[in-house]
């Protein structure tokens, strides 16, 4: 158990809906990254938010949005779903700076259709 | 992009051997993580090893680091039914410390 807990599990989603992830992170760790996992991949970085700011982006177009809250717990929300959006994502948390370990939770399963 | 790469990508032994899996990759880096996933579920954080690190273990698992070959190795010893899982090497290489995965090992390991 790492303390990072995630919701919900798995999901079922429309392509051109709209979807929000959720993410708590483990406590003392003002730091949280998210990851989309597809199919056969290794994980690839989406954002990172450090104190409420968003501390980094990947290679992911701007529907691809987040927050994070005061208790550094976090949302991730994709607009106008794509099929291909469907995969694991993955929220890690940790206490951000170099040569900390992340801690990542059990993902959630979106699948568009 | 993935810069780790893993190798080999699947890797089948017997309960009892040892099992080891290598990472290469490509820019400077302030550390390199590895990671084993079960069932494609969360990454269970396996360890953590620095870039003026050489060598580190913890429990069954001995993690090499060579910088100059941009490469390390995870070797888990004495395996057990319960090591079956995807193993991923990740590297933290910039200033927000995100983390790069390759696409991942495949270990079974038959009882």
């Known amino acids: 158990e790492t303390g990072v807990t995630q919701s919900p599990t798995h999901l079922i989603k429309t392509r051109g809906q709209q979807v929000t992830l959720r993410c708590s992170s483990q406590?003392?760790?003002?730091?949280v990254s998210w990851y989309q996992q597809a199919l056969g991949q290794g994980p690839q970085f989406i954002f990172q938010?450090?104190?409420?700011?968003?501390?980094g982006r990947g290679n992911f177009p701007p529907r691809f949005s987040g927050l994070q809250f005061p208790n550094y717990s976090s949302e991730l929300n994709v607009n106008a779903l794509e099929l291909d959006d469907s995969a694991l994502y993955l929220c890690?948390?940790?206490?951000?700076?170099?040569?900390?370990?992340?801690?990542f939770g059990q993902g959630t399963r979106l699948t568009v259709v | 992009s993935q810069q780790g790469e893993e190798d080999p990508q699947a890797l089948s032994i017997q309960e009892g051997e040892n099992a080891t899996m290598n990472c290469s990759y490509k820019?400077?880096?302030?550390?390199l993580q590895w990671y084993r996933q079960n069932s494609g579920r969360g990454l269970v954080h396996l360890i953590l090893?620095?870039?003026?690190?050489r060598e580190k273990h913890s429990g069954r698992l001995r993690v090499t680091l060579d910088t100059s070959k941009k490469s390390s190795s995870l070797l888990i010893t004495a395996s057990r039914a319960a090591d079956t899982a995807s193993y991923f090497c990740?590297?933290?290489?910039?200033?927000?410390?995100?983390?790069?995965f390759g696409k991942g090992t495949l270990l079974t390991v038959n009882p």
């Open positions: 820019t400077s880096i302030n550390n």
């Open positions: 938010y450090y104190r409420e700011e968003e501390n």
């Open positions: 990740a590297t933290d290489e910039g200033s927000n410390y995100k983390l790069t």
């Open positions: 890690a948390s940790s206490f951000g700076g170099p040569n900390t370990e992340a801690f």
């Open positions: 090893i620095r870039s003026n690190e």
């Open positions: 406590s003392g760790h003002n730091t």
